[in-house]
């Protein structure tokens, strides 16, 4: 049998709560029919899937790169600044003056919760994957624990 | 102006249609068992898979109804697609390395396979096929709708038939579909994909670029929409063009609720190197964001036309991307385009019938302890009847492509995205969370939609939502508090016993 690996460190209870606290706030601010309810759906609307892919990438007791923190902090204050810069601008006609032919609001919505986040988050990924995603000697270790395993219960099924 | 008085558009179209059944005829040779039909014999590489889940998420729904949607709420209606700059990265770091990694260790198929085994529980398996079979009829009822419109606006056949014009143009759509699904699975499925999804990136970018010359460039747009009384100065506007909550509820639901599309997750288990994981995020990140180009462009091109009197008002919103292609691009491109819409409909369909006909003969069977022995004949058999469930759903339905859609990913999300994108990552959730969280999502979100749409019965109570709140969103967000809720406070911290292999997936 293989040796059986030590057991890993378990996911941030922080991130697990901020997932926690952020599904309940959604909830209180689809049924409460109240402004400040819109405060709290953006919050947890963009703190969520921010703690979601860093629980992922700090999963297996892998702790968070500092590449990865920077960038994930990036793409959260991005999408903060962006949402209160929206909901600022709800207030103003026409969304603003023209930036480009486009009112100001719609060029922040694309510029900051599309296409810098994504080129962050993207270029955060591909460039540690061997840190947070799937070394060689993880995906060789994991084969031939599963041969093993295979070999053993072939045995088993001779017997 | 329809194709008929354009032959080149509809030789085009009919040219795609005639390629897509000769791809389902090479795919059935290739087709020798159970695991070629459901994962393509797990042998794909990153570039085909990548692109094939950008055409199978980034379907009808986006490139029909994301113009139509914009058309009816303005700018906010991007706010589906704006949290496609997370999604890739989160689906890869959250589920993608482990669900491919299940899928090295044990015989995976499906998402209630994966569940299966995560859980170790029938119970569990069952509810997430019941989940993707409820999901599945609306998905696949919201790419028929747009197979329908399409057929419709392509062939005339509204001035024609009359009434009668899309079922019939659906049914036909629907039997090109079933032909080349039910010969050929998942590998006429996955390399139809590809190929559809490249001619949707080439459409995407020629559309974009004359959808801004037939509107005079972003300014001339702006100018022309905010300045009409039909679409006022806040149609540009992306928190006050629609209620705040509908904007911030879209971004949350496509954000997050990613993690339990089906469609997507499926595609993890046919990579055929789990290293090339790697380079997911920037081939599906990059391929969808490309094609939210005709969404922006079409979506705002149109508007500004109408506004100028240039276009009559729309009767039907989601006419506004094939109006537009048949109207204002040149025979060639348009014939193209309409091919690579043709293309998105049928690849996200494509799929879609081949998950549900897993859920059916596959994981319902062996959720009740009694598998069945031709697993890939009844497939086959199962693809129609979800494809028949799903045609009279759409065409009951009777509203905007965007919505049904909305409704069938917010039914995948609600019930999957709690379960597997974080009983993955997080050890302690136990089967009966998983389980309650599944029902709870796929229920709440099927009685809220219900309660929201029904006029039969005015009797019946009104949803105590927020102003704009969709549905999806309160259901996505219970299920999800429903299984933390659980986890934390359920069994004092005590884990279930899973398979070693499993465990060491988990672990890694």
Redesign the interface.
């Known amino acids: 049998m293989p040796e059986?690996?030590p057991?890993?460190r378990?996911?941030s209870k922080f991130l697990?709560a901020i997932?926690?606290l952020g599904?309940?706030a959604?909830?209180v601010?689809?049924?409460?029919?109240?402004p400040l309810?819109?405060w709290l759906?953006?919050a947890?609307?963009v703190t969520?899937?921010?703690a979601?892919?860093a629980?992922?990438?700090g999963?297996?007791?892998r702790g968070i790169s500092k590449r990865v923190a920077w960038s994930l902090g990036m793409?959260l204050g991005l999408y903060a600044a962006t949402?209160a810069g929206?909901?600022w601008?709800?207030?103003?006609?026409?969304?603003?003056p023209?930036v480009?032919?486009?009112?100001v609001?719609?060029v922040w919505?694309?510029l900051g919760?599309?296409?810098?986040?994504?080129a962050i988050?993207?270029w955060?990924?591909?460039t540690t994957?061997d840190r947070?995603?799937?070394s060689?000697e993880?995906?060789a270790a994991?084969?031939s624990?599963?041969a093993e395993?295979e070999k053993v219960s072939s045995q088993e099924a001779a017997r | 102006m329809n194709a008929l008085a354009s032959p080149t558009v509809a030789a085009l179209a009919l040219a795609y249609l005639v390629l897509t059944l000769a791809i389902g005829t090479w795919a059935a040779k290739r087709t020798r068992n159970a695991k070629d039909f459901f994962i393509a014999g797990q042998g794909i590489g990153v570039v085909v898979m990548g692109v094939a889940t950008m055409s199978a998420s980034f379907s009808g729904f986006i490139f029909l109804g994301g113009p139509g949607l914009m058309y009816r709420m303005g700018?906010a209606s991007?706010?589906i697609?704006?949290?496609?700059?997370?999604t890739?990265?989160?689906l890869?770091?959250?589920?993608g390395?482990r669900l491919r990694?299940l899928a090295?260790?044990r015989e995976i198929y499906t998402v209630p396979d994966a569940v299966y085994h995560r859980y170790r529980s029938r119970r569990v398996q069952g509810l997430a096929a019941v989940a993707v079979v409820v999901g599945t009829v609306g998905y696949l009822g919201a790419q028929l709708l747009a197979l329908g419109r399409l057929v419709e606006a392509v062939f005339g056949t509204r001035e024609m038939l009359g009434e009668w014009s899309l079922p019939i143009a659906m049914a036909v759509g629907s039997v090109v579909l079933l032909a080349y699904a039910v010969a050929g699975g998942m590998v006429a499925g996955v390399y139809t994909d590809f190929v559809q999804g490249v001619l949707m990136l080439g459409a995407a970018v020629a559309v974009f670029g004359y959808a801004l010359r037939s509107g005079g460039?972003?300014?001339?747009?702006?100018e022309s929409i905010?300045g009409s009384d039909l679409f006022g100065?806040?149609f540009?506007?992306?928190?006050?063009s629609a209620p705040?909550?509908t904007a911030?509820?879209f971004?949350?639901v496509f954000?997050?609720g990613t993690?339990g599309q089906p469609h997507m997750l499926h595609k993890f288990y046919m990579l055929k190197d789990?290293?090339q994981?790697?380079?997911l995020?920037?081939i599906l990140?990059?391929s969808q964001?490309v094609c939210?180009l005709l969404w922006l462009g079409v979506g705002l091109a149109v508007p500004a036309l109408v506004a100028r009197g240039e276009l009559a008002p729309l009767a039907t919103p989601d006419d506004a991307a094939p109006l537009f292609l048949l109207d204002y691009t040149p025979e060639i491109l348009a014939g193209v385009v309409v091919a690579g819409i043709l293309a998105a409909v049928m690849s996200t369909a494509d799929s879609f019938v081949n998950i549900a006909s897993a859920a059916l003969v596959r994981d319902l069977p062996r959720a009740f302890g009694r598998p069945l022995k031709r697993e890939l004949f009844w497939g086959r058999w199962a693809t129609g009847i979800v494809a028949l469930a799903a045609g009279v759903l759409a065409y009951a339905y009777d509203d905007l492509i965007a919505l049904l859609g909305t409704f069938a990913f917010g039914t995948f999300a609600a019930a999957l995205a709690p379960a597997l994108?974080?009983g993955l990552?997080?050890?302690?959730v136990t089967a009966r969370a998983a389980g309650v969280s599944i029902a709870v999502g796929t229920i709440l979100n099927l009685t809220l939609e219900l309660l929201a749409r029904q006029s039969f019965f005015p009797s019946w109570p009104k949803l105590?939502?927020?102003?704009g709140?969709p549905p999806t969103?309160?259901s996505?967000?219970?299920s999800?508090?429903i299984l933390?809720?659980m986890t934390?406070w359920g069994r004092d911290g005590a884990e279930e016993e899973l398979d070693?292999?499993v465990e060491?997936?988990l672990?890694?």
């Open positions: 059986a690996s057991p890993s378990g996911p697990l997932l926690t599904s309940l959604v909830v601010a689809c049924l409460w029919d109240h309810g819109r759906f953006a947890a609307a969520m899937p921010v979601w892919m629980l992922g990438a999963s297996g007791g793409v949402f929206l909901l601008l709800a207030g103003v006609e026409g969304g603003g023209r480009g032919g486009l009112p609001a719609t919505m694309l919760l599309w296409i810098v986040p994504l988050s993207t955060a990924f591909v994957f947070h995603g799937l060689p993880e995906l994991l084969r624990s599963a395993d | 700018i991007l706010f697609s704006m949290s496609l700059s997370f890739a990265a989160l890869c770091w959250a589920v390395r990694l090295e260790v460039g972003f300014s001339a747009m702006t905010t100065p806040d540009l506007n992306p928190l006050a705040v909550l911030l509820g971004f949350f954000g997050i993690l789990p290293r994981l790697r380079w995020p920037l990140g990059g964001s939210v994108g974080l990552l997080w050890r302690r105590p939502l927020a102003a709140v969103a309160v996505l967000a219970a999800l508090a933390c809720l934390w070693p292999a060491r997936v672990e890694s």
